[in-house]
């Protein structure tokens, strides 16, 4: 089964660091199909996107995972919309920090308005949270947070992205809510 | 609760048509690779030196990617719909081309071959595509019974995401 995740959220907010960790860690433990793609400006950010393959396997079934992140940048606003084209699952990564509040909300609002283009809903789809630069000394509480950026009420990560922290456990949470929510043909209670 | 996860495919008989157009192509345009994609750039089909792997799908998904991307530059400037991207390099060309209702194919040809004949095999090659995907089906190919506890104890061991 191949799926696609996407990484977003404000600029800067950690959404490179975020897959250029995965892919190190999964790299390690010998989870990745091939290189990492990186199309970035000189400056190091992204300009279209980052991604990698990451293959799964569950009693025999492989899941193949393509990776990629949006580019943060406002300007970039087209690229993002096609980079979320089909996506399967969503990682909001959301800046803890109070000055990026705003920010963080206006994202939410546009990616909001993407996929409904696409004819999806992102209340239905499958999302998880990270909370990420939870060591800046002006971080809000994940209480506020919460209530601000989780309309879902979806699994949250608080995060520090940087030193790894939180990094693999979004990922783990997010295939997890892509096979619940959304690939699962029936379910039996 | 138990999770029922199914995998679903294009049916054999279509796949097996798709591929026969795509493998025409490949031989009327010497073109090193062919193949067909779904406008999130997942591979549906692909033919010529190339195999499915690695490299395939990043190429699948740029070739989604730029056409995507110049599709939003051409509701910027009011275009029609965008059809066919074409760009070309000192030993090869690239031709990328729409195909209803939501594929793209993408041909890359050595510089020897026109690009005239490869756009005039490529419409031939989408008016075949187009009638053949307009009967396609979906199917399950696989199925996977697991328990939502479960799936998350296999993910935590083989990930070890939450250690």
Known sequence: ?189 | MELDLIEYDIDSTVKKQVEAILQKLVEKTSAGVVMLTDDAGRIVSIKGKKQEDTESEFLATLISGVFGAAVEMGKILSMDQLEVLQYESKSMDVVIKFIKPRFLLGVIVPKSTALGTVRLFMKEASDSLEKVLEGAKMVPVRELKIDIKELEERLNRILGGSE
């Open chain 1, 1 to 189: 089964m191949k799926l696609k995740v996407v990484y977003f959220g404000s600029s800067l907010a950690g959404k490179s660091t975020n897959v250029k960790k995965l892919y190190e860690i999964l790299r390690a433990k010998s989870m990745v199909k091939g290189d990492m793609v990186v199309m970035e400006t000189e400056e190091q950010r992204t300009l279209f996107v980052e991604m990698f393959i990451s293959s799964i396997n569950i009693d025999g079934y492989e899941f193949e995972l393509k990776v990629l992140t949006t580019p943060g940048q406002f300007r970039l606003h087209p690229l993002r919309k096609v980079i979320m084209k089909g996506v399967d699952g969503l990682v909001f990564v959301v800046d803890s920090s109070r000055e990026r509040e705003k920010v963080n909300f206006l994202v939410l609002r546009e990616t909001a308005a993407v996929l409904k283009e696409q004819g999806e809903d992102l209340m239905r789809f499958p999302v998880v949270v990270q909370y990420n630069k939870r060591d800046l000394p002006d971080a809000m509480d994940i209480e506020d947070l919460q209530v601000r950026f989780n309309p879902w009420d979806a699994d949250y990560v608080p995060a520090v992205a940087i030193g790894g922290e939180g990094v693999l456990e979004t990922f783990q949470k997010v295939i997890k809510s892509i096979l619940v929510r959304k690939y699962a043909g029936h379910t039996h209670i």
